[in-house]
């Protein structure tokens, strides 16, 4: 079902649906970007349609929201563990196709690789799916080459047409929303980027063994191990433990996660000073097969979803598209060996 | 030949070595113009010069080899430059109105340098175009950052971009990047403090490596633009030296006001027999006493609250 | 509801055995299942937690056997006079003794890399009928490392145990040289019933595997344990992940056919 939105109308539905969700989209923040007069567009709370950034790729993903830079597991004192209180908010995340497949990625995880996760699941069981359509292809996107250009798991597509909003509706549970406002009933049709100018192809005969060929060595000096790549992937999870003490005594405080990447130093440290994975190339390849080979011989389909985020921030300028074309020439190569 | 040397060189004309000729200098603001005004220099050059220019040291250009007689020529010849560069002019035509005051200096600046922490030639304009023209003897740079690529310190008035870095616990992942680069390449403001980092207020000097470094936007600069005012460093025979810190976290106004403000102590104080009226400001404080000087420029000057002022400066420099 | 793996339970600390000046063995009160090879995250509050494994377990108790190597642990070795620790866990596979049943069973174990398998040692020590030989090959760096020396001793009762350490003072009474130096030296009678199990550091695990295999021991017959930074136990916080396999789930302990394919 489908309906053309005033600005009006938009921002009455916007009223509504916040007085039950937080409203979680991609956002224009004016001066914070990393050089001084530059913004960043990434997720925050939104409160009506004009704080939406359709035009632009956020930088950071949408993940936050349901996987927090940081979330307190529990208090502690010397005795006992307390949970933190939750907010009974629910959330309401617009976001594209190719995070959509993201969503599936994080769920594999949190839900289903081992037991499935307390803290995840409190955020993530309450949220809905808002679509927003892709006009065209950004930079770096090769979503078309991941699969991930199109989607049908979303509640409704939002997506802004001049100015007025196209709603495609697939959860009926939000028809009132619509109808309320009076909305007209109109054929609508999501666009869907059908090609990207960054295709990447991941070679059928992959296997473990292309560890060892040379392919990963640039990185070693090109990548600086900052973890941007990792912070901005809709797609990785990992995390770190922290103790936080509230007392000089260390007897009150709380134990948190924390996002954490596989590139920068200290990721696999074990007690008493063993490490993995010095060279900085070495890291480029674990993360790189985690996202398009070992995930895939896991859990059945490929972790990356070619959203290109990791290519847009690299200060340093490397391809990890450009760098899973490179995958059939490292297979040649230790196939020889 | 009756030349009044006084006169032209206020117009921005020189003596030079070769008896009969000067030079014309042509002063830009901040360092940065259009290209199109590069086909007037080149003219000037070809028509009234000797073909060459030279790129000067203040980022203007000064085209050599002028016969004396041609200096109306050429000023007619400037007037698009000077209007085209918004340099202030007190009658069309004659060119520059000025020349003591030397032309702002400034780094690239945020136009294109990832470090600086502000658009270091339009505020070198807006200060061109609150003291131009003058002829008192000031030399005013401005710089992106603490890198001072732009040397500002060897200045009278050293200006130094500045942002103060904001932090934002819940996305600092406790990477460490932050401390590292403000270890090994700023001032080692930072320390990690249960899984954050903290700044030490008073070492920090807002260069944004830590924001440039943070790979999640945990740390971001501040809405404010901030400077660091150096004071009366000086190149020259006698005594050379580097600009001291006058004012942490200071703010354009601010700065403007100081700038002017100096114009008035140095008219009251300036040494009369001075060589060509030209006295570097420097000498004029180290006989009024800092105090004094101080009183004049703070003259109805109202800092931002993050300001940190030096009570008093003392300068070091080569004696000989 | 879905269960909170997070948060820890509050253990009491039964016993506190010295073996060296920085390698305690801490007997935490305990009654559900767990097995060899196992672990637990312990916490100190402040500090963080640290994968411990289990290195005994008894009725209503499992030993946790602690160097003190990290902040965590260093801070479990400050405050052990407190009455209980934080514990979540057990964690991973652990040892399948049945696997290693009526046969003959070697262990390897490089310095702490015995607390993992004491537990494998002890349960052939007390069911001697259940394989067809024991060796135990237990190396450590010097005399002043040894873990578990009471237990050594105990154990030379019923099977063979080699201690080595790396170097030693002359006159020593301990026998010296890399645990490899021992493995081509082993009486071995039939290669195909054997079951080899080889813990302690990645360089002690390579040569001792590749010893075993120069034996002509199949890689189906040997089992590691891998060592890697465990921070939730859970699968989810993607530190010990190698490959397609996360250590904290699949492992710590590995057959040889798939241990080998972990690759870093």
């Known amino acids: ?337 | 030949m009756d030349i009044n040397t006084k006169k032209l060189k206020k117009n921005a004309f020189r003596v030079t070595k070769v008896r009969g000729y000067t030079a014309s200098r042509i002063r830009v603001p901040g360092g940065h113009l259009d290209v199109k005004f590069l086909p007037k220099i080149q003219e000037i050059a070809d028509k009234f010069g000797n073909g060459t220019i030279h790129i000067t040291s203040r980022q203007g250009f000064e085209i050599p080899g002028i016969p004396f007689e041609k200096m109306p020529e050429v000023n007619l010849a400037l007037q698009s430059l000077i209007e085209g560069l918004e340099i202030n002019q007190d009658a069309m035509n004659e060119g520059y109105p000025a020349a003591g005051t030397r032309n702002i200096t400034a780094c690239i600046g945020n136009k294109v340098c990832p470090f600086a922490c502000y658009q270091t030639t339009a505020f070198a304009k807006r200060i061109e175009k609150a003291v131009f023209p003058h002829d008192l003897h000031f030399k005013v740079a401005l710089t992106g950052c603490p890198n001072d690529c732009a040397k500002v310190r060897m200045h009278d008035f050293g200006i130094m971009g500045m942002t103060l870095p904001q932090l934002d616990p819940s996305r600092c992942i406790d990477c460490k990047a932050c401390v590292n680069a403000c270890k090994k390449k700023s001032v080692g403001a930072l320390k990690t403090e249960n899984y954050r980092p903290v700044r030490n207020e008073e070492k920090c000097i807002g260069c944004g490596e830590c924001v440039l470094n943070c790979p999640n936007m945990a740390w971001t600069r501040s809405e404010e633009k901030y400077y660091r005012l150096t004071l009366l460093g000086r190149t020259g025979k006698k005594n050379p030296r580097l600009g001291e810190d006058f004012i942490k976290w200071v703010d354009e106004d601010s700065i403007i006001k100081i700038i002017l403000n100096t114009y008035k102590y140095v008219t009251a104080y300036i040494d009369p027999r001075a060589p060509g009226g030209k006295e570097h400001i420097g000498y004029i404080v180290d006989r009024t006493g800092f105090d004094e000087f101080k009183k004049w420029a703070m003259e109805g000057v109202n800092l931002p609250k993050a300001a940190e002022v030096t009570d008093r400066i003392y300068w070091s420099g080569i004696k000989y | ?264």
């Open chain 3, 1 to 264: 509801m879905i269960k909170n793996d997070y948060i820890p339970f509050s253990s009491k600390i039964l016993e506190v055995i010295k073996h060296t000046e920085i390698e305690f063995t801490f007997r935490m009160e305990y009654t559900a299942d767990a097995k060899p090879g196992q672990f637990f995250e312990v916490s100190m509050p402040k500090y963080g937690e640290a994968p411990i494994s289990i290195s005994g377990i008894g009725e209503n108790f499992v030993d946790l056997t602690i160097r003190k190597v990290g902040k965590v642990t260093d801070e479990v070795f400050e405050h052990y006079t407190g009455e209980s620790l934080f514990l979540r866990g057990p964690y991973g596979n652990g040892f399948d003794v049945l696997d290693y049943e009526s046969k003959e069973v070697i262990v390897v174990a490089g310095g702490t890399g015995l607390s993992p398998v004491r537990g494998v040692v002890e349960y052939f020590y007390n069911n001697p009928d259940k394989c067809e030989s024991m060796t135990l090959i237990s190396g450590f760096k010097s005399p002043d490392d040894i873990l578990f020396s009471a237990d050594l001793e105990k154990w030379k009762e019923n099977m063979e145990v080699i201690l080595t350490v790396d170097s030693a003072e002359e006159g020593s009474r301990y026998k010296t040289g890399l645990v490899t130096t021992y493995i081509p030296k082993l009486q071995i009678k039939d290669k195909n019933n054997v079951a080899v199990v080889v813990v302690g550091p990645p360089a002690m695990m390579r040569f001792s595997v590749k010893a075993f295999l120069d034996l002509g021991i199949a890689e189906e017959n040997i089992w590691i344990s891998q060592e890697r930074k465990m921070c939730c136990g859970l699968g989810k916080c993607g530190h010990c992940k190698i490959g397609d396999v996360y250590v904290c789930l699949d492992g710590p302990v590995f057959n040889y056919v798939k241990g080998k394919e972990l690759i870093d």
């Open chain 1, 1 to 337: 079902m489908g309906y053309v939105l005033t600005t009006k109308q938009a921002n009455e539905i916007f009223a509504e649906l916040s007085t039950q969700y937080r409203l979680f989209a991609p956002k224009t923040f004016g001066n914070e970007g990393r050089y001084s007069d530059t913004g960043c567009v990434r997720y925050g709370e939104v409160t009506c349609v004009e704080d939406i950034t359709f035009d632009k790729k956020s930088e950071y993903s949408f993940k936050e929201a349901i996987l927090p830079v940081m979330q307190t597991l529990f208090y502690f004192t010397e005795r006992e563990v307390t949970e933190p209180k939750v907010d009974d908010k629910k959330t309401m995340i617009f976001l594209r196709s190719c995070d959509i497949h993201a969503v599936k990625r994080l769920d594999e995880m949190y839900y289903k690789n081992g037991p499935k996760d307390y803290y995840y699941s409190l955020l993530r069981d309450n949220v809905k799916f808002v679509l927003i359509g892709c006009e065209q292809s950004f930079e770096n996107c090769f979503c078309v080459s991941m699969g991930t250009n199109t989607t049908d798991h979303y509640d409704f597509s939002f997506c802004k047409a001049h100015d007025t909003y196209e709603i495609n509706l697939k959860n009926t549970e939000f028809i009132s929303l619509f109808e309320k406002v009076n909305a007209s009933v109109m054929e609508v049709k999501v666009p869907f980027v059908t090609e990207n100018d960054v295709k990447v192809q991941i070679p059928d005969g992959l296997k473990a063994k292309v560890t060892s060929s040379t392919i990963w060595d640039e990185y070693d000096s090109r990548c600086i191990a900052c973890g941007r790549c990792n912070f901005v992937c809709p797609t990785c999870t990992c995390f770190t433990m922290q103790d936080m003490y509230y007392t000089d005594n260390g007897k009150v405080g709380e134990r948190r996660r924390v996002w954490a990447s596989c590139m920068v130093d200290g990721f696999t440290d074990v007690a008493g000073g063993g490490s993995y994975r010095k060279n900085y190339g070495q890291r480029m390849r674990f993360k790189l097969l985690h996202k398009v080979y070992d995930f895939k011989q896991r859990n059945g389909f490929h972790m990356c979803i070619g959203c290109g985020r990791c290519d847009d921030v690299c200060p340093e300028y490397i391809s990890f598209s450009n760098c899973i074309n490179k995958l059939p020439e490292a297979l040649k190569e230790v196939d020889q060996l």
